[in-house]
């Protein structure tokens, strides 16, 4: 079934629906806009107006959002428990929810990785070099940073960074 809606400026809008199951909207500068259901688990939208757009979701565990204009985003749901956000300009998240209310968000960008947990407190894991690490952990307005760099182990806040750097500057004084 096809519904045509012709406005004052002379454009078209059409709606066409096929089966139940396909919707497509159509203007008249050629633009596409479809929505497809197959068997009540995947859909996909597609909008060919110079660029593609496509929402995949696949037995409730599986979506992916994809942008075919010269970059391509993907947003992959796995049983539930781990979300990826993977783009080509060389970043990668990850989502990942274990238990109760935490769940960890890992970003990648190069070599360095960031780890956020949000059960409450915030944290950062940044890993650089392979063989120096900062746990940088925010609970309200005071943030605790561990550094381990094979046996060196420190934490502090940034209260003690200001403390220290008043010190310094009196000794020199």
Same mark, same amino acid.
């Given at each position: 079934?096809?519904?045509c809606?012709?406005?004052?400026?002379g &454009?078209?809008l059409?709606?066409?629906?096929?089966?139940?199951?396909?919707?497509?909207?159509?203007?008249?500068?050629?633009s596409? #806009?479809?929505?497809?259901?197959?068997?009540?688990?995947?859909?996909?939208l597609?909008?060919?107006n110079?660029?593609? &757009?496509?929402?995949?979701?696949?037995?409730g &565990?599986?979506?992916?959002?994809t942008?075919i204009?010269?970059s391509?985003?993907?947003?992959?749901? !796995?049983?539930g #428990?781990?979300?990826?956000?993977?783009?080509?300009n060389?970043?990668?998240?990850? $989502?990942?929810?274990?238990?109760?209310?935490?769940?960890?968000?890992?970003?990648?960008?190069?070599?360095?990785?960031?780890?956020?947990?949000?059960?409450g407190?915030? #944290?950062?894991l940044?890993?650089?070099?392979?063989?120096?690490?900062?746990?940088?952990?925010?609970?309200?307005?005071?943030?605790?940073?561990?550094?381990?760099?094979?046996?060196?182990f420190? $934490?502090?806040?940034?209260?003690?960074?200001?403390?220290?750097? @008043? !010190?310094? @500057?009196?000794?020199?004084?």
């Open positions: 079934m096809t519904s809606l012709t406005t004052a400026n &454009s078209t059409c709606l066409t629906t096929a089966n139940g199951s396909t919707s497509c909207l159509i203007t008249a500068n050629g596409t #806009s479809c929505l497809t259901t197959i068997n009540g688990s995947t859909s996909y597609t909008t060919t110079g660029s593609t &757009s496509f929402l995949t979701s696949t037995n &565990s599986t979506s992916c959002l942008t204009n010269g391509t985003s993907c947003l992959t749901t !796995i049983n #428990s781990t979300s990826c956000r993977t783009s080509t060389g970043r990668k998240s990850c $989502q990942t929810g274990t238990t109760g209310s935490t769940s960890y968000l890992t970003t990648t960008i190069g070599s360095t990785s960031y780890l956020t947990t949000t059960n407190s915030k #944290s950062y940044t890993t650089t070099n392979g063989s120096t690490s900062y746990l940088t952990t925010t609970i309200g307005s005071t943030s605790y940073v561990t550094t381990i760099n094979g046996s060196t420190c $934490q502090t806040n940034k209260r003690s960074y200001v403390m220290r750097d @008043r !010190i310094k @500057r009196n000794r020199s004084v």
